[in-house]
Nanobody
Framework: QVQLVESGGGLVQAGGSLRLSCAAS????????MGWFRQAPGKEREFVAT????????RYPDSVKGRFTISRDNAKNAVFLQMNTLKPEDTAIYYC???????????????WGQGTQVTVSS
């Protein structure tokens, strides 16, 4: 069982940066791949980033590649999403998720946080 709690969301102007954090409970955190997804009103949940259990492999969609960076600290049971050069279209609720293997679809992940709102003003 893994419980996830996101933090770090907020309101930022276009071009700004935010760093999201996801704190995980459970002794087996280091065994899970982690992902970030986002969901805007009226849209489906969208893949943002994923990282392997060791942190050695990451993957991003083209929409955020070069702007967002996922990282993790297994000693602190945490995963992070550094978001730079934010755009209004990045506005969404951001969720972290834990799964047995890396994936780009929500179905790959078993555990989910409650989400944190990110709003980017133009």
């Amino acid at each position: 069982q893994v419980q996830l709690v996101e933090s770090g969301g907020g309101l930022v102007q276009a071009g700004g940066s935010l760093r999201l954090s996801c704190a995980a409970s459970g002794r087996t955190f280091s065994g899970y791949a982690m992902g970030w997804f986002r969901q805007a009103p009226g849209k489906e949940r969208e893949f943002v980033a994923t990282i392997s259990s060791s942190g050695g492999i990451t993957r991003y969609p083209d929409s955020v590649k070069g702007r967002f960076t996922i990282s993790r600290d297994n000693a602190k049971n945490a995963v992070f999403l550094q978001m730079n050069t934010l755009k209004p279209e990045d506005t969404a609720i951001y969720y972290c998720a834990a799964g047995a293997i890396m994936g780009v679809t929500p179905e790959r992940y078993r555990y989910w946080g409650q989400g944190t709102q990110v709003t980017v003003s133009s």
